[in-house]
Protein backbone atom coordinates (compact mmCIF):
# COMPACT_ATOMS: atom_id res chain seq x y z
CA UNK A 1 0.00 0.00 0.00
CA UNK A 2 1.65 3.08 -1.21
CA UNK A 3 0.71 6.64 0.03
CA UNK A 4 1.83 10.44 -0.41
CA UNK A 5 3.84 11.16 2.21
CA UNK A 6 5.02 14.77 3.53
CA UNK A 7 8.67 15.26 2.77
CA UNK A 8 8.32 17.15 6.45
CA UNK A 9 6.07 17.48 8.70
CA UNK A 10 4.22 20.97 9.07
CA UNK A 11 5.63 23.01 5.84
CA UNK A 12 2.20 22.70 4.02
CA UNK A 13 -1.30 21.54 5.22
CA UNK A 14 -1.44 17.47 3.89
CA UNK A 15 -2.97 15.89 2.84
CA UNK A 16 -5.62 18.34 1.22
CA UNK A 17 -6.99 19.15 -1.97
CA UNK A 18 -5.64 22.99 -1.44
CA UNK A 19 -2.90 22.59 0.06
CA UNK A 20 -1.50 26.17 1.74
CA UNK A 21 1.83 27.19 3.16
CA UNK A 22 2.24 26.82 6.93
CA UNK A 23 4.56 28.98 9.04
CA UNK A 24 4.66 30.58 12.11
CA UNK A 25 3.71 34.37 13.13
CA UNK A 26 5.15 35.90 16.33
CA UNK A 27 2.76 37.39 18.83
CA UNK A 28 5.18 39.75 20.13
CA UNK A 29 6.57 41.84 16.94
CA UNK A 30 3.62 40.10 13.90
CA UNK A 31 6.79 38.85 12.20
CA UNK A 32 5.98 35.86 10.17
CA UNK A 33 8.51 32.60 9.59
CA UNK A 34 8.97 29.91 6.94
CA UNK A 35 9.14 27.09 7.82
CA UNK A 36 7.78 27.60 12.07
CA UNK A 37 9.78 28.19 14.54
CA UNK A 38 9.25 28.20 18.12
CA UNK A 39 11.26 31.13 18.50
CA UNK A 40 10.86 35.03 16.40
CA UNK A 41 14.35 35.93 14.71
CA UNK A 42 13.59 39.69 14.57
CA UNK A 43 12.59 40.09 18.47
CA UNK A 44 14.16 36.78 19.57
CA UNK A 45 10.66 36.06 21.96
CA UNK A 46 9.60 32.39 22.14
CA UNK A 47 6.01 32.69 21.48
CA UNK A 48 4.64 31.98 18.29
CA UNK A 49 1.92 30.09 16.05
CA UNK A 50 1.36 28.11 13.58
CA UNK A 51 -0.61 30.22 10.71
CA UNK A 52 -1.48 29.87 7.05
CA UNK A 53 0.71 31.98 4.92
CA UNK A 54 -1.44 31.41 2.05
CA UNK A 55 -1.10 29.53 -1.99
CA UNK A 56 -0.60 32.09 -3.88
CA UNK A 57 2.35 34.35 -4.45
CA UNK A 58 3.99 36.90 -6.32
CA UNK A 59 8.00 36.12 -7.75
CA UNK A 60 10.60 38.42 -6.19
CA UNK A 61 13.46 37.09 -7.56
CA UNK A 62 14.52 33.96 -9.10
CA UNK A 63 17.44 31.69 -11.14
CA UNK A 64 17.19 28.52 -12.77
CA UNK A 65 19.54 25.52 -11.88
CA UNK A 66 20.92 23.99 -14.78
CA UNK A 67 23.09 21.14 -13.65
CA UNK A 68 21.92 18.41 -11.13
CA UNK A 69 22.97 19.36 -7.83
CA UNK A 70 25.18 16.72 -5.59
CA UNK A 71 23.99 14.88 -2.58
CA UNK A 72 21.85 15.60 -0.31
CA UNK A 73 19.63 16.32 -3.56
CA UNK A 74 17.88 13.56 -3.20
CA UNK A 75 14.95 12.87 -6.44
CA UNK A 76 14.26 9.68 -8.86
CA UNK A 77 16.51 11.67 -11.33
CA UNK A 78 19.34 10.49 -12.78
CA UNK A 79 22.26 12.67 -14.72
CA UNK A 80 20.58 11.66 -18.04
CA UNK A 81 16.91 12.43 -16.50
CA UNK A 82 17.37 15.59 -14.44
CA UNK A 83 15.44 18.44 -16.07
CA UNK A 84 16.62 22.02 -14.72
CA UNK A 85 14.17 23.85 -12.87
CA UNK A 86 13.76 27.07 -11.33
CA UNK A 87 14.53 28.30 -8.18
CA UNK A 88 12.79 31.52 -6.40
CA UNK A 89 11.85 33.61 -3.90
CA UNK A 90 8.29 34.35 -3.35
CA UNK A 91 6.44 36.72 -1.47
CA UNK A 92 3.45 34.90 0.16
CA UNK A 93 -0.21 37.33 1.88
CA UNK A 94 1.47 35.64 5.24
CA UNK A 95 3.86 38.01 5.10
CA UNK A 96 6.94 36.51 3.82
CA UNK A 97 9.26 35.90 1.34
CA UNK A 98 9.28 31.71 0.76
CA UNK A 99 12.42 30.81 -1.19
CA UNK A 100 10.97 27.60 -3.37
CA UNK A 101 11.25 25.27 -6.54
CA UNK A 102 9.45 26.96 -9.46
CA UNK A 103 8.06 24.78 -12.41
CA UNK A 104 9.31 25.96 -16.12
CA UNK A 105 6.99 26.54 -18.49
CA UNK A 106 8.25 27.65 -21.84
CA UNK A 107 5.36 29.71 -21.96
CA UNK A 108 5.46 31.49 -19.10
CA UNK A 109 9.01 32.67 -18.48
CA UNK A 110 10.22 33.51 -15.05
CA UNK A 111 9.80 37.16 -14.52
CA UNK A 112 10.28 39.46 -11.44
CA UNK A 113 5.85 40.43 -10.05
CA UNK A 114 4.41 37.23 -11.93
CA UNK A 115 1.92 35.60 -9.78
CA UNK A 116 2.79 32.09 -8.70
CA UNK A 117 0.70 29.50 -7.64
CA UNK A 118 1.40 26.68 -4.75
CA UNK A 119 1.33 22.90 -5.93
CA UNK A 120 2.00 20.32 -3.92
CA UNK A 121 3.88 16.75 -5.66
CA UNK A 122 5.75 13.76 -5.45
CA UNK A 123 9.33 14.81 -5.47
CA UNK A 124 11.17 11.09 -5.05
CA UNK A 125 9.51 8.06 -4.05
CA UNK A 126 10.87 5.98 -0.94
CA UNK A 127 12.17 2.35 -0.87
CA UNK A 128 8.69 1.33 0.36
CA UNK A 129 6.83 2.86 -2.55
CA UNK A 130 5.57 5.98 -0.60
CA UNK A 131 5.88 9.21 -2.84
CA UNK A 132 7.81 12.00 -0.82
CA UNK A 133 5.73 15.52 -1.19
CA UNK A 134 6.79 18.61 -1.95
CA UNK A 135 5.45 21.92 -2.76
CA UNK A 136 6.70 24.39 -5.26
CA UNK A 137 5.41 26.56 -7.44
CA UNK A 138 4.17 27.34 -10.87
CA UNK A 139 3.12 30.29 -12.97
CA UNK A 140 -0.90 31.15 -12.45
CA UNK A 141 -3.32 29.36 -14.93
CA UNK A 142 -5.78 32.04 -15.89
CA UNK B 1 49.16 51.49 19.29
CA UNK B 2 49.03 49.70 15.56
CA UNK B 3 49.02 46.63 14.59
CA UNK B 4 51.45 45.59 11.31
CA UNK B 5 51.90 42.89 8.80
CA UNK B 6 55.30 42.26 8.53
CA UNK B 7 55.13 39.14 6.00
CA UNK B 8 53.12 37.56 3.76
CA UNK B 9 53.09 34.06 2.05
CA UNK B 10 51.17 32.17 -0.06
CA UNK B 11 50.99 28.03 -1.51
CA UNK B 12 49.81 28.97 -4.80
CA UNK B 13 46.17 28.30 -5.72
CA UNK B 14 44.81 26.06 -7.92
CA UNK B 15 45.46 22.46 -7.39
CA UNK B 16 48.53 20.72 -5.74
CA UNK B 17 47.14 16.98 -6.08
CA UNK B 18 50.39 15.61 -4.35
CA UNK B 19 49.52 18.11 -1.22
CA UNK B 20 47.47 18.09 1.72
CA UNK B 21 45.73 20.94 2.46
CA UNK B 22 47.74 20.98 5.74
CA UNK B 23 50.60 20.68 3.74
CA UNK B 24 49.52 23.81 1.45
CA UNK B 25 49.46 25.56 4.52
CA UNK B 26 52.05 24.79 6.34
CA UNK B 27 54.04 26.27 2.88
CA UNK B 28 52.19 29.67 3.45
CA UNK B 29 53.35 29.72 6.73
CA UNK B 30 56.81 29.09 5.56
CA UNK B 31 56.81 31.77 3.41
CA UNK B 32 55.31 34.15 5.15
CA UNK B 33 58.13 33.51 8.11
CA UNK B 34 60.82 33.79 5.37
CA UNK B 35 59.64 36.93 4.24
CA UNK B 36 59.64 38.49 7.61
CA UNK B 37 63.21 36.94 7.93
CA UNK B 38 61.59 35.13 11.39
CA UNK B 39 61.49 31.55 12.48
CA UNK B 40 58.58 29.07 13.48
CA UNK B 41 59.10 29.11 17.07
CA UNK B 42 59.38 33.28 17.27
CA UNK B 43 55.30 33.06 16.72
CA UNK B 44 53.90 33.74 20.29
CA UNK B 45 50.44 32.78 18.49
CA UNK B 46 48.71 31.42 15.84
CA UNK B 47 45.20 31.52 14.47
CA UNK B 48 44.11 29.61 11.66
CA UNK B 49 41.21 27.82 9.97
CA UNK B 50 39.92 25.27 6.93
CA UNK B 51 37.08 23.95 5.47
CA UNK B 52 37.77 20.74 3.83
CA UNK B 53 41.56 20.58 4.81
CA UNK B 54 41.60 19.31 8.54
CA UNK B 55 42.32 21.32 11.53
CA UNK B 56 44.87 24.14 11.22
CA UNK B 57 46.18 23.85 14.98
CA UNK B 58 47.97 20.25 13.25
CA UNK B 59 50.22 22.34 11.26
CA UNK B 60 52.29 22.40 14.22
CA UNK B 61 53.52 18.94 13.26
CA UNK B 62 54.92 19.91 10.64
CA UNK B 63 56.18 23.37 11.30
CA UNK B 64 57.42 22.19 15.08
CA UNK B 65 55.93 21.50 18.54
CA UNK B 66 56.74 25.05 20.11
CA UNK B 67 54.06 25.11 22.70
CA UNK B 68 52.09 28.22 21.20
CA UNK B 69 48.68 29.08 21.44
CA UNK B 70 46.70 28.30 18.61
CA UNK B 71 43.31 28.52 18.30
CA UNK B 72 41.06 26.77 15.09
CA UNK B 73 38.46 29.09 13.28
CA UNK B 74 35.97 28.46 11.33
CA UNK B 75 33.51 31.40 9.78
CA UNK B 76 32.49 30.19 6.68
CA UNK B 77 33.78 32.16 3.51
CA UNK B 78 34.92 34.46 6.64
CA UNK B 79 37.39 32.16 7.92
CA UNK B 80 40.42 34.35 6.45
CA UNK B 81 38.67 37.39 7.99
CA UNK B 82 37.98 36.39 11.25
CA UNK B 83 41.10 34.80 11.98
CA UNK B 84 43.05 37.48 10.98
CA UNK B 85 40.32 39.81 13.50
CA UNK B 86 41.16 37.42 16.36
CA UNK B 87 45.19 38.64 15.57
CA UNK B 88 44.87 41.93 15.18
CA UNK B 89 42.80 41.83 18.69
CA UNK B 90 45.25 39.57 20.40
CA UNK B 91 48.05 42.20 19.57
CA UNK B 92 45.91 45.27 20.09
CA UNK B 93 45.21 44.05 24.04
CA UNK B 94 49.21 43.87 24.32
CA UNK B 95 48.46 39.99 25.28
CA UNK B 96 51.13 39.11 22.67
CA UNK B 97 53.36 41.16 20.50
CA UNK B 98 54.00 39.03 17.57
CA UNK B 99 52.04 35.86 15.44
CA UNK B 100 50.56 33.94 12.75
CA UNK B 101 47.32 33.72 10.83
CA UNK B 102 46.72 30.71 8.31
CA UNK B 103 43.83 29.56 6.03
CA UNK B 104 44.10 26.61 3.72
CA UNK B 105 41.68 24.11 1.91
CA UNK B 106 41.60 21.08 -0.13
CA UNK B 107 38.20 21.05 -1.68
CA UNK B 108 36.81 18.09 -4.05
CA UNK B 109 35.74 19.34 -7.73
CA UNK B 110 32.29 20.88 -8.47
CA UNK B 111 29.86 22.70 -6.27
CA UNK B 112 29.66 22.38 -2.56
CA UNK B 113 27.44 20.12 -1.19
CA UNK B 114 27.24 21.83 2.09
CA UNK B 115 25.00 19.49 4.84
CA UNK B 116 22.10 21.31 5.90
CA UNK B 117 22.21 20.46 9.59
CA UNK B 118 25.18 22.31 10.14
CA UNK B 119 23.52 25.13 9.17
CA UNK B 120 20.59 24.45 11.61
CA UNK B 121 18.40 23.19 8.63
CA UNK B 122 16.67 20.54 8.00
CA UNK B 123 16.73 17.74 5.00
CA UNK B 124 14.26 18.78 3.04
CA UNK B 125 15.90 22.49 2.07
CA UNK B 126 19.09 20.10 0.92
CA UNK B 127 17.31 17.12 -0.60
CA UNK B 128 15.12 19.12 -2.54
CA UNK B 129 17.52 21.18 -4.51
CA UNK B 130 17.73 24.89 -2.72
CA UNK B 131 21.00 24.45 -1.01
CA UNK B 132 23.10 25.80 -3.38
CA UNK B 133 25.33 28.81 -2.49
CA UNK B 134 25.07 29.52 -6.81
CA UNK B 135 21.35 29.93 -7.02
CA UNK B 136 21.89 32.29 -3.63
CA UNK B 137 24.38 34.22 -5.67
CA UNK B 138 22.10 34.59 -8.95
CA UNK B 139 18.79 35.32 -7.53
CA UNK B 140 20.58 38.28 -5.65
CA UNK B 141 22.11 39.20 -8.54
CA UNK B 142 18.98 39.28 -10.31
CA UNK B 143 16.79 41.21 -8.08
CA UNK B 144 19.82 44.04 -7.74
CA UNK B 145 19.96 44.16 -11.71
CA UNK B 146 16.19 44.53 -11.46
CA UNK B 147 16.00 47.06 -8.32
CA UNK B 148 19.44 49.09 -10.02
CA UNK B 149 19.70 48.92 -13.92
CA UNK B 150 22.40 46.73 -13.96
CA UNK B 151 22.76 44.46 -17.23
CA UNK B 152 24.58 41.46 -18.34
CA UNK B 153 27.88 43.95 -19.91
CA UNK B 154 28.49 44.68 -16.20
CA UNK B 155 28.47 41.13 -15.17
CA UNK B 156 30.59 40.00 -18.43
CA UNK B 157 33.28 43.34 -17.48
CA UNK B 158 34.15 42.21 -13.98
CA UNK B 159 34.87 38.66 -15.34
CA UNK B 160 36.97 40.11 -18.23
CA UNK B 161 39.04 42.16 -15.68
CA UNK B 162 39.56 39.13 -13.62
CA UNK B 163 40.83 36.46 -16.06
CA UNK B 164 43.07 39.84 -17.50
CA UNK B 165 44.49 40.07 -14.04
CA UNK B 166 45.17 36.27 -13.28
CA UNK B 167 46.61 36.29 -16.19
CA UNK B 168 49.80 38.62 -14.79
CA UNK B 169 49.50 36.97 -11.61
CA UNK B 170 51.97 34.05 -11.41
CA UNK B 171 50.05 32.30 -8.07
CA UNK B 172 46.52 32.62 -9.49
CA UNK B 173 44.99 29.67 -10.49
CA UNK B 174 43.13 30.86 -14.19
CA UNK B 175 45.53 32.20 -15.66
CA UNK B 176 44.84 32.82 -19.17
CA UNK B 177 42.89 36.05 -20.18
CA UNK B 178 39.03 35.58 -21.67
CA UNK B 179 37.39 37.81 -24.18
CA UNK B 180 34.35 39.56 -23.62
CA UNK B 181 32.84 36.90 -26.43
CA UNK B 182 33.89 34.10 -24.64
CA UNK B 183 32.40 35.07 -21.10
CA UNK B 184 29.24 36.43 -23.06
CA UNK B 185 29.17 33.10 -24.54
CA UNK B 186 30.02 30.32 -21.75
CA UNK B 187 27.49 28.29 -20.86
CA UNK B 188 24.56 29.48 -18.40
CA UNK B 189 24.63 27.95 -14.76
CA UNK B 190 22.35 29.53 -12.65
CA UNK B 191 20.69 32.63 -14.29
CA UNK B 192 21.84 35.45 -14.87
CA UNK B 193 25.37 34.20 -14.09
CA UNK B 194 27.21 31.91 -16.54
CA UNK B 195 30.20 29.55 -16.38
CA UNK B 196 32.99 32.01 -16.06
CA UNK B 197 31.12 34.84 -13.64
CA UNK B 198 31.57 32.25 -10.98
CA UNK B 199 34.84 31.21 -9.02
CA UNK B 200 35.28 27.44 -8.12
CA UNK B 201 36.15 25.41 -5.05
CA UNK B 202 39.95 25.04 -5.41
CA UNK B 203 43.06 24.24 -3.34
CA UNK B 204 45.62 26.78 -1.67
CA UNK B 205 47.18 28.24 1.48
CA UNK B 206 47.91 31.74 2.66
CA UNK B 207 49.77 33.03 5.77
CA UNK B 208 50.45 36.35 7.24
CA UNK B 209 52.94 37.16 10.23
CA UNK B 210 51.49 39.87 12.36
CA UNK B 211 53.10 42.22 15.41
CA UNK B 212 52.82 45.35 17.25
CA UNK B 213 53.99 48.21 14.96
CA UNK B 214 56.01 49.01 17.27
CA UNK B 215 58.79 47.13 16.53
CA UNK B 216 57.60 45.91 13.02
CA UNK B 217 60.90 48.02 11.43
CA UNK B 218 63.05 45.08 12.90
CA UNK B 219 61.55 43.04 10.42
CA UNK B 220 60.78 45.04 7.76
CA UNK B 221 61.81 48.01 5.79
CA UNK B 222 58.15 48.34 4.62
CA UNK B 223 55.63 47.47 7.27
CA UNK B 224 51.96 47.40 5.99
CA UNK B 225 50.14 48.60 9.07
CA UNK B 226 46.26 46.78 9.80
CA UNK B 227 43.97 49.95 10.50
CA UNK B 228 41.15 48.24 11.40
CA UNK B 229 39.70 44.70 11.17
CA UNK B 230 35.82 44.32 11.78
CA UNK B 231 33.82 40.70 11.35
CA UNK B 232 29.96 41.50 11.29
CA UNK B 233 27.06 38.68 10.79
CA UNK B 234 23.51 39.05 9.50
CA UNK B 235 20.69 41.51 10.30
CA UNK B 236 17.42 40.48 10.60
CA UNK B 237 16.46 41.71 7.02
CA UNK B 238 19.22 41.14 4.81
CA UNK B 239 19.27 38.91 1.74
CA UNK B 240 21.27 35.19 2.73
CA UNK B 241 22.48 32.26 1.78
CA UNK B 242 20.86 29.38 3.19
CA UNK B 243 16.94 31.06 3.55
CA UNK B 244 14.47 28.92 3.69
CA UNK B 245 12.56 32.37 3.79
CA UNK B 246 13.55 35.97 3.89
CA UNK B 247 11.45 38.79 5.82
CA UNK B 248 9.67 41.33 4.32
CA UNK B 249 11.65 43.95 5.39
CA UNK B 250 14.63 44.80 3.99
CA UNK B 251 18.11 45.54 5.93
CA UNK B 252 21.71 46.36 5.48
CA UNK B 253 24.13 43.13 4.52
CA UNK B 254 26.25 42.45 6.80
CA UNK B 255 28.83 43.91 4.83
CA UNK B 256 27.58 47.13 4.37
CA UNK B 257 27.84 47.06 8.99
CA UNK B 258 31.35 45.56 8.63
CA UNK B 259 32.39 48.34 5.86
CA UNK B 260 30.85 51.31 8.00
CA UNK B 261 32.68 49.61 11.40
CA UNK B 262 35.97 49.42 9.40
CA UNK B 263 35.61 53.03 8.04
CA UNK B 264 34.85 54.34 11.30
CA UNK B 265 37.71 52.62 13.05
CA UNK B 266 40.19 53.22 10.51
CA UNK B 267 38.93 57.12 10.64
CA UNK B 268 38.76 57.35 6.82
CA UNK B 269 36.51 57.15 4.17
CA UNK B 270 36.23 55.12 0.71
CA UNK B 271 37.16 58.18 -1.23
CA UNK B 272 40.94 57.41 0.23
CA UNK B 273 41.24 53.86 -0.51
CA UNK B 274 43.40 53.43 -3.42
CA UNK B 275 43.46 49.77 -4.06
CA UNK B 276 40.71 47.67 -3.16
CA UNK B 277 39.76 43.52 -2.58
CA UNK B 278 35.92 42.91 -2.93
CA UNK B 279 34.67 39.32 -2.75
CA UNK B 280 33.73 38.06 -5.95
CA UNK B 281 32.52 34.66 -5.74
CA UNK B 282 30.62 35.61 -9.29
CA UNK B 283 30.69 38.49 -11.19
CA UNK B 284 27.24 39.86 -9.31
CA UNK B 285 28.61 39.81 -6.40
CA UNK B 286 31.14 42.35 -7.16
CA UNK B 287 28.74 44.67 -8.77
CA UNK B 288 27.22 44.24 -5.56
CA UNK B 289 30.11 45.04 -2.91
CA UNK B 290 31.11 48.15 -4.58
CA UNK B 291 28.23 49.58 -3.10
CA UNK B 292 27.59 47.57 -0.46
CA UNK B 293 31.13 48.65 0.67
CA UNK B 294 30.53 52.13 0.20
CA UNK B 295 32.58 52.60 -3.23
CA UNK B 296 30.09 53.82 -5.34
CA UNK B 297 26.00 54.14 -5.26
CA UNK B 298 23.72 51.35 -6.01
CA UNK B 299 23.41 51.49 -10.03
CA UNK B 300 26.53 53.12 -10.77
CA UNK B 301 28.44 50.18 -11.31
CA UNK B 302 27.43 49.80 -14.87
CA UNK B 303 28.83 53.21 -15.82
CA UNK B 304 32.27 52.78 -14.12
CA UNK B 305 33.25 49.35 -15.51
CA UNK B 306 32.16 50.47 -18.96
CA UNK B 307 34.95 53.18 -17.77
CA UNK B 308 37.28 50.66 -16.44
CA UNK B 309 37.34 52.26 -13.11
CA UNK B 310 38.08 48.96 -11.34
CA UNK B 311 40.85 47.90 -13.69
CA UNK B 312 44.82 48.08 -12.41
CA UNK B 313 45.15 51.38 -14.07
CA UNK B 314 41.36 52.77 -13.05
CA UNK B 315 40.49 54.78 -10.56
CA UNK B 316 39.33 52.24 -8.25
CA UNK B 317 41.75 48.81 -9.11
CA UNK B 318 39.44 46.04 -7.60
CA UNK B 319 41.14 42.53 -7.60
CA UNK B 320 44.07 43.43 -8.87
CA UNK B 321 45.57 39.36 -8.75
CA UNK B 322 42.24 38.36 -10.31
CA UNK B 323 40.17 38.20 -7.02
CA UNK B 324 38.31 34.71 -6.62
CA UNK B 325 37.27 34.68 -10.37
CA UNK B 326 40.95 33.51 -10.89
CA UNK B 327 42.23 32.34 -7.77
CA UNK B 328 39.19 29.86 -7.26
CA UNK B 329 38.23 30.10 -3.75
CA UNK B 330 40.10 27.24 -1.45
CA UNK B 331 37.53 28.71 1.77
CA UNK B 332 40.37 28.61 4.50
CA UNK B 333 42.49 30.75 2.71
CA UNK B 334 40.65 33.38 0.07
CA UNK B 335 40.43 35.82 2.81
CA UNK B 336 44.09 35.94 3.68
CA UNK B 337 44.76 35.56 -0.14
CA UNK B 338 43.15 39.42 -0.68
CA UNK B 339 45.23 40.76 2.08
CA UNK B 340 48.11 39.13 0.88
CA UNK B 341 47.35 40.68 -2.68
CA UNK B 342 46.80 44.15 -1.13
CA UNK B 343 50.31 44.29 1.26
CA UNK B 344 52.09 43.12 -2.67
CA UNK B 345 50.20 46.12 -3.57
CA UNK B 346 50.67 48.51 -1.42
CA UNK B 347 54.77 47.32 -1.13
CA UNK B 348 55.19 47.98 -4.37
CA UNK B 349 55.88 44.86 -5.17
CA UNK B 350 53.39 43.80 -8.00
CA UNK B 351 55.22 43.77 -11.01
CA UNK B 352 53.73 43.91 -14.00
CA UNK B 353 50.03 44.34 -11.87
CA UNK B 354 51.51 46.69 -9.65
CA UNK B 355 48.44 49.53 -9.03
CA UNK B 356 50.44 52.99 -10.80
CA UNK B 357 51.23 55.99 -8.14
CA UNK B 358 52.51 54.17 -4.91
CA UNK B 359 48.76 53.19 -3.70
CA UNK B 360 48.81 54.08 -0.09
CA UNK B 361 45.87 52.56 1.33
CA UNK B 362 44.34 49.45 0.81
CA UNK B 363 40.77 47.63 1.81
CA UNK B 364 39.69 43.77 1.67
CA UNK B 365 35.94 42.38 2.22
CA UNK B 366 35.45 38.97 2.02
CA UNK B 367 31.90 37.54 2.37
CA UNK B 368 30.50 34.11 3.11
CA UNK B 369 27.48 31.71 4.13
CA UNK B 370 25.29 32.56 6.42
CA UNK B 371 25.31 36.11 6.09
CA UNK B 372 29.05 37.05 7.33
CA UNK B 373 31.24 39.74 6.31
CA UNK B 374 35.12 40.73 7.37
CA UNK B 375 36.25 44.13 6.16
CA UNK B 376 40.27 44.96 6.74
CA UNK B 377 41.84 48.64 5.87
CA UNK B 378 45.38 48.30 5.46
CA UNK B 379 48.25 51.39 5.11
CA UNK B 380 51.21 51.89 4.37
ZN1 LIG C 1 8.97 38.67 17.15
Not at chain 1, 23 to 30: I, L
Not at chain 2, 349 to 355: A, D, F, H, K, L
Amino acid sequence: MTSQIAIQEGLFSWPSDHPELLGSRCQHCGEASFPSQPDCRCCGQRDTQIVSLGHRGKLWTWTIQSFMPKPPYATDETAESFTPYGVGYVEMPGGVRVEGRIQLNPAAPLTIGMPLDLVVEPLRTDADGNQIMMFSFKPVEE
Amino acid sequence: MDVAIIGIGLHPFGRSPELTGQQQGANAVRAALADAGLQWKDMQFAYGGSQDGGNADALVNELGLTGLQFTNIWNGCATGGSSLHAAYTAIKSGEYDMGVVVGFDKHPRGAFNPKPSDWGLDNWYGESGMMLTTQFFAMKTQRYMHDHGITNDALIRVAEKAFYNGSLTSTAWRREALSYEQIANSQMVSDPLRKYMFCSPAEGGAALILCNADIARRYTRKPVLLKAAAVRTRHYGSFEVFSPSQPMQVADAPTVTASKAAFELAGIGPQEVDVLQLQDTDSGTEVIHMAENGFCEHGEQEQLLRDGATRIDGAMPVNTDGGCLANGEPVGASGLRQVHEICVQLRGEGGNRQVPGSPKVGYTHVYGAPGISGVNILTV
